[in-house]
């Protein structure tokens, strides 16, 4: 059974403009929701994490935006560039479930063109 | 400091044959994961470690995966006899320790191809 879901698959976005990634939990003991940054050849690397007492998290161009009640958080990087080409997981852990150990999303493939 | 260290990088092997894959957490690293890759699909966790016991090991196929942490540093992967659906990349990943929370650091991974 999945436990978080992502989308989009894949996203194409111009130079300077606004990717927007969302994922969507089903476990309520889920308290940490990184997300996850992977080029190609590469394993996977944190980006930028956050915990439900918090609705926002910004770090320079990217952003985690929560809803609790939903369950749902979503990524959002500002002023892509294509440098930012990439695969984005979310994830997610919970000291009642699993410890440290994390659940993936499927992945969104994002190009951003120059 | 240095990352997660994991060899071979690749791995073309025939069905039914062997392969062993090895990790190197980074040091001070009490927790270590080995998390299996398809192409297109997010890590999905094979097996945890904490220091040299196993945490969860409830997604491996034992009857033909296999992993150790004997002096709980290095860790091996193997995979005996490996089938088609076994191509992926296998990612070891390491964390201070297994409270949720802490970050995970992954390796580049080992991509093997079962022809």
């Known amino acids: 059974q999945q436990q978080v879901k992502q989308s989009p698959q894949s996203l194409i976005v111009q130079k300077g403009g606004i990717s927007i990634i969302n994922c969507a939990y089903e476990?309520?003991?889920?308290?940490?929701f990184p997300w996850y940054q992977q080029f190609p050849g590469k394993g996977p690397a944190l980006l930028i994490a956050?915990?439900?007492?918090?609705s926002e998290k910004k770090e320079g161009r990217f952003t985690i935006s929560f809803n609790k009640s939903a369950k749902q958080f979503s990524l959002h990087i500002m002023d892509s560039q294509p440098g930012d080409s990439a695969t984005y997981f979310c994830?997610?852990?919970?000291?009642?479930?699993?410890?440290?150990?994390?659940?993936f999303g499927e992945g969104t493939q994002l190009t951003v063109n120059p | 400091e240095a990352g997660v260290a994991q060899s071979p990088r690749y791995k073309i092997i025939e069905k039914r044959q062997s392969v062993a894959f090895w990790c190197n957490p980074i040091?001070?690293?009490?927790?270590l994961y080995w998390y299996q890759q398809i192409l297109g699909q997010g890590p999905k966790l094979l097996i945890q470690?904490?220091?040299?016991?196993?945490?969860?090991d409830s997604q491996l196929p034992k009857d033909r995966f296999s992993a150790e942490r004997l002096k709980g540093v290095d860790s091996t992967l193997k995979i005996q006899p490996a089938k088609l659906e076994d191509s992926a990349v296998y990612l070891c990943?390491?964390?201070?320790?297994?409270?949720?929370?802490?970050?995970?650091?992954f390796g580049e991974g080992s991509w093997l191809t079962v022809v």
């Open positions: 470690f904490q220091n040299n016991g196993v945490v969860d």
């Open positions: 994830a997610a852990s919970g000291r009642e479930t699993s410890g440290s150990r994390l659940t």
């Open positions: 040091s001070g690293h009490a927790t």
């Open positions: 956050i915990r439900p007492d918090v």
């Open positions: 990943a390491s964390s201070r320790d297994f409270y949720s929370g802490n970050t995970i650091y």
């Open positions: 476990n309520t003991a889920f308290d940490y």
